[in-house]
């Protein structure tokens, strides 16, 4: 899950780390959230929701864990919008969430690759036509939405693409596709995503001539997560900040 910040979010002003240690207002600022539809392109019905700014904006989709869309990750979009964004959850298991590992693993091994790609496709065209928008599209996602995020930003190319300790082995054919800048950020004692992975990722994206802002830090995997054990404030706080700064510079 997106890490706090320490800005004013939807729920009576609080900060957002405020905000999300308390299961109450959580469920308050989630709740401030619309629910919305489209339909892909196969005719699918999909649904997420979406907080709105307050004037014209730039749109961010956001991307869950393999837990789910839960109301942490509203509450981190009702923050965005708050800020002056679009922001969107997508929720790629359609409803099923869980707290449990063994059975968070089992809903990631189930997603259909095709469908997932084709989900994230429509909403990024969704918010990209939306009448409050500004045409500008970013993406952000944690563990498996960071892989997401930076998939869905090959197969519909996006502004500014946002991959928290995600899945990047991607050719540099198939980085070629990206618009936008990419920001990553890994951690050092990662067991998942290992630094191999993302040098590997790295020297493709070069090799792709496309423009990549890595950030590392002495962290384990879901160090930005505040309800994990591997939580770490200071670099949670540190990888928001230029979150932030790299959508603030590209939408």
């Avoid at 904006?57 to 509450?75: F, Q, R, S, T, Y």
Wanted: aromatic share 8%; charged share 20%; glycine share 10%.
């Amino acid at each position: 899950m997106m890490n706090p910040s320490l800005s004013p979010s939807a729920a009576g002003g609080l900060p957002l780390a405020a905000i999300l240690a308390d299961p109450l207002r959580v469920a308050e600022t989630a709740a401030s959230l619309a629910a919305v539809e489209t339909k892909t392109g196969s005719g699918r019905s999909v649904k997420g929701y979406l907080g709105t700014s307050a004037k014209q904006a730039p749109a961010v989709l956001l991307i869950h864990e393999w837990w789910g869309l839960n109301d942490e990750i509203k509450a981190v979009a009702a923050d965005l919008a708050e800020r002056g964004y679009l922001a969107l959850c997508v929720d790629l298991y359609e409803g099923k969430l869980t707290k449990d590992a063994d059975q968070a693993g089992a809903y990631m091994q189930a997603l259909d690759g095709r469908k997932a790609t084709e989900t994230l496709t429509a909403w990024i065209e969704w918010l990209r036509r939306h009448a409050a928008g500004t045409g500008k599209v970013g993406t952000v996602g944690w563990c498996m939405g960071g892989s997401w995020s930076l998939n869905g930003s090959i197969a519909a190319p996006v502004d500014a693409t946002v991959v928290y300790y995600g899945q990047v082995d991607r050719s540099a054919a198939d980085l070629g596709k990206l618009k936008g800048p990419v920001q990553g950020h890994f951690a050092v004692r990662d067991q998942w995503i290992t630094k191999p992975m993302v040098e590997g990722f790295a020297a493709s994206m070069k090799q792709a001539g496309k423009t990549l802002d890595l950030h590392w830090y002495e962290a384990d995997h879901a160090f930005a997560n505040p309800t994990g054990a591997n939580f770490q404030k200071a670099d949670a706080k540190l990888a928001w900040d230029r979150t932030l700064g790299f959508f603030k510079s590209n939408l």
